[in-house]
């Protein structure tokens, strides 16, 4: 889908405040750690290729979902390494080698069926990264053994050793049982791989943030480049991050209704009083999900509850006082004294920071500053 360009509604991705959220990140941790982008999901709603062109001098390599997101890079410009993160369709393996995208080989039996789609494939090249399931309980190996295993299969047909990782499902959180189980797990298997390959690596954002120590040979740094904290108000940020998403749209239609008119879909909201009703050309076809109803946007820099149901393409907020067609509503960010971000809307849902932004769709026009 085409993003709506001929409509209010945008999302502002501020550039330079996820370049300093790199920048700062980098001085936080002061090593020679190399920072991978991880950019899947359309780079969490803030759009992969614009985030990845801005960020790529600050960055080592990419990280994406699966071959789609990689080949969207590679076609925009994008050289560097890419990591796709999970195992992709064996029969794809020829895209993977021919567009030098770094593989996950997320067990033997995901290899063997690759070694099956090898006609005419050139392997020698091809680098791929074992992941480990050291306690995720997702994709991975859980043993030496089978990465050896991987290692000598891998071998017979020249494929590039290049990296081991694992994946945390706490670093987010403040118990530390859970993550220090992981890293021994995860510790105890890259100690007895019959090699050591270029890259071992197991740092999330929250990783990097909370648990520095344990940062190894690359970071992969997802939410708090966006400059959302990854464990959303439980654990305090340990450096500046500033949000790059702002969300913004205006009033396309206002009108006063009488007490017991209702708006919007079921007649859901009836009005106590004479109300000014304002319309908001965003709704959950947006991902603007029906449950934000009852919460609130900013007008003129005062909140202005949303009322009625969220429909497909628009909203119904009510309004303080009569406003011109095209006067602004901020939905994520700053108006006047009043601040919007993307955890207020994700405590309203009952969800976390990186939903709300991945779920932003195709169709919001996304305008790119400070690039
Ligand atoms: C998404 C993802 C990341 C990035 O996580 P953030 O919490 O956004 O930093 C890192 N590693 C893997 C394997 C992932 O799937």
Redesign the pocket.
Known sequence: MKPSTHRPTQAIINLAAMQANIKNFKTYINNSTEIWA?V?ANG?GHGANDVALSANDLVSGF?V?NLDEAIELRSHGIVKPILV??GIVPADIHIAVNLRVTVTVPSLDWLKLVIEHLEDVETEHLKYHI?VDSGMGRIGVTTAQEANDIIALADNYDMVFDGV?T?FAT??EAAQEKFEAQWSQFNAIVSALSRRPKYVHS????A?IWHKDTIQDIE??????YGLN?SGRTLDMTYQITPALELKSELTHIKTIEKGATVGYGGAFVADQSTIVGTVPIGYADGWTRDMTGFYVLVNGQRCPIIGRISMDQMTIALPEILPIGTKVTLIGQDGDEKITVDDVAAHRGTIN?EVVCLLSDRIKRIYQNG
């Open positions: 991880v899947k969490y990280c979902s993160l999970s992941k990782f994946h670093a987010d740092s999330n954002s929250a990097g992969r740094l997802g939410d708090a480049m990854p990186y």
